[in-house]
């Protein structure tokens, strides 16, 4: 597979300098910045992703005319949560 090119990113000299403070033994500010990306691509699916379900969702919903309170997801939620601390703490 071929490569491509970014285009060429102007950042503040303070922005530059914390950027390579931070880099990882052997990193590269190139590598960095391909990571970033890599990484803010695959949040940016994700959040799309839970967005469309979402939508979906809430059309299902009012196409059948069945709601869950939010008492009732919160309570739910709240026994899941409990059930993996009690899980948690007997390890």
Do not use: C, H, W
Request: charged residues 30%; without cysteine; proline residues 3%.
């Amino acid at each position: 597979m071929k490569t491509a090119t970014m285009p060429a990113l102007r950042v503040e000299p303070e922005l530059r300098q914390a950027a390579e403070d931070i880099l990882l033994p052997g990193e590269t500010l190139s590598a960095f910045v391909e990571d970033s990306l890599r990484r803010n691509v695959a949040f940016r699916r994700t959040q799309q992703e839970f967005i469309a379900r979402g939508l979906a969702s809430r059309d299902a919903a009012k196409e059948s005319g069945e709601y869950v309170s939010a008492q009732e997801v919160l309570g739910k939620l709240s026994a899941k949560l409990e059930k993996a601390r009690n899980k948690s703490s007997t390890k």
